[in-house]
């Protein structure tokens, strides 16, 4: 994909270059943490209601899904193990 000279003046605005593939996948990996961190802390947060609980498990689902697509299909890494299992019942 070739961009457009809009958007690698937008690039060079935000990072001071062009960033490279591993810049751009460091940056993600760095996203799909920190988005991770941010579901474990609403999960052991969370009312403890029935659609709350059931919103929650498909968010979390979702989320593993695509943490798992980008992964294999852009990193070409195995996907880490998360510190807790999320959608498991509240201890």
């Given amino acids: 994909m070739k961009l457009t000279k809009k958007q690698k003046d937008r690039m060079i605005k935000e990072f001071g270059h062009i960033p490279t593939k591993e810049e751009?996948?460091?940056k993600l990996e760095a996203s799909l943490a920190r988005m991770n961190d941010a579901l474990e802390g609403a999960w052991k947060t969370m009312p403890d209601d029935y659609k709350t609980r059931n919103d929650m498990a498909e968010?979390?689902?979702?989320?593993?899904?695509?943490?798992?697509?980008?992964?294999?299909?852009?990193?070409?890494?195995?996907?880490?193990?998360?510190s807790a299992p999320l959608g498991k019942a509240k201890a």
């Fill in 59 to 82: 968010i979390v689902s979702r989320s593993a899904k695509l943490r798992e697509g980008v992964y294999r299909s852009f990193l070409k890494k195995p996907v880490p193990r998360t």
């Fill in 24 to 26: 751009i996948f460091a």
